[in-house]
């Protein structure tokens, strides 16, 4: 059975979640929105045994949420999300290798193109000549 990770245990009532999973905890109550790596340390101990197939859902805290989406990403190279609207859950699941790929093919076109102006840069440089782009 897939699991249901919820940022923040709150005030709110997730029961609604479980017809997506069993619901799992990252955190609970007051968090310090600054403590970043805590929150990173505390998450990567629960999110180390997700699937693909699970679900985040996102509660508490912005920063919170930033975390949490970021390992589950890094983890399965997906993101799948439940977000609570009009009275209910709605899944949105985003698979970035698709999306990813595309623009690391373009940022490793612009970095060769930018190894060939550093490279006429640093021959300049040890000829005494500038070069300005």
């Known amino acids: 059975m897939n699991k249901v990770y919820v940022v923040n245990k709150a005030g709110h009532d997730f029961s609604q979640a479980e017809a997506y999973g069993t619901l799992v905890y ?12 805590h929150m990173y340390r505390t998450f990567a101990e629960v999110l180390k045994d997700s699937k693909s197939t699970d679900y985040i859902l996102m509660t508490g805290l912005t920063s919170m949420n930033v975390v949490a989406c970021s390992q589950f990403t890094f983890l399965h190279g997906r993101l799948n ?50 070069v300005r782009i």
């Open 81 to 130: 999300l439940l977000i609570h609207k009009d009275d209910r859950y709605v899944e949105r699941k985003i698979i970035m290798d698709s999306v990813l790929s595309k623009a690391r093919i373009k940022n490793q076109h612009s970095h060769a193109g930018q190894e060939k102006i550093d490279s006429k840069n640093k021959n300049a440089r040890n000829t005494d000549k500038e």
């Open 26 to 37: 990252l955190s609970e109550g007051v968090v310090n929105k600054f403590g970043i790596n």
